[in-house]
């Protein structure tokens, strides 16, 4: 069955770029659509943006200007980048199958990340 | 789109009925569904398309709604229910509601 392994440095220094990863095995990533959400401690979910299987790409328009969502087929994996991270970018990120009109049926198991000096 | 959850939590009983709502600031057809998370663990799809059952998941667990109005209903909870749930609407872009968390009377 297809599982999720999101990867990526645990803390981040403001100002800097946030990159995580993002590894399907079970199945090939050029097959479906990969969303990315995130989640501050203690509050709710916020979704960031998907890599539609066809290759377009849809962004939070809260986020836009920040993100960049790619996806590598020879890794069979999916990344996620934030450019010029603050504090209120500290979250528990996810990334899920699903995307466009599917909804997001295999979740990650999650990969904290804390922006901080 | 806005989504807004009610109650924002609630306190129940094994065996209750309970019902969250979910509405949309603006119609979104079907394109909704419903998560449940318990604490330190990934979200969990339950109800996809409004009303759908994801394979797996407990045939208490049953959506309904259309346009902005959206409900989940459990019809008798049990102790593995006590979680948050939250709606999501991905008909244009994608917003989760707020989150109902639901605690033990």
């Known amino acids: 069955q297809v599982q999720l392994q999101e990867s990526g440095p645990g803390l981040v220094k403001p100002s800097e770029t946030l990159s995580l990863s993002c590894t399907v095995s079970g199945g090939a990533i050029d097959t479906f659509s990969w969303t990315w959400i995130r989640q501050p401690p203690g509050k709710g979910l916020e979704w960031i943006g998907y890599?539609?299987?066809?290759?377009?790409?849809l962004y939070n328009p809260s986020l836009r200007s920040r993100v960049a969502i790619s996806r590598d087929t020879s890794k069979n994996q999916s990344s996620l980048k934030v450019a010029s991270v603050t504090t209120a970018d500290t979250a528990v990120y996810y990334c899920a199958r699903g995307g466009g009109l599917d909804a997001l049926d295999i979740w990650g198991q999650g990969t904290m990340v804390a922006v901080s000096s | 789109i806005q989504m807004t959850q009610s109650p924002s939590a609630l306190s129940a009983s094994v065996g209750d009925r309970v019902i969250i709502t979910c509405r949309a600031s603006?119609?979104?057809?079907?394109?909704l569904a419903w998560y449940q998370q318990k604490p330190g663990k990934a979200p969990k799809l339950l109800i996809y398309k409004a009303s759908s059952l994801e394979s797996g998941v407990p045939s208490r667990f049953s959506g309904s709604g259309s346009g902005t109005e959206f409900t989940l209903t459990i019809s008798s909870l049990q102790p593995d229910d006590f979680a948050t749930y939250y709606c999501?609407?991905?008909?244009?872009?994608?917003?989760f509601g707020q989150g109902t968390k639901v605690e033990i009377k």
């Open positions: 999501q609407q991905y008909n244009s872009f994608s917003t």
């Open positions: 603006e119609s979104i057809s079907t394109w």
């Open positions: 890599f539609y299987y066809s290759g377009s790409i």
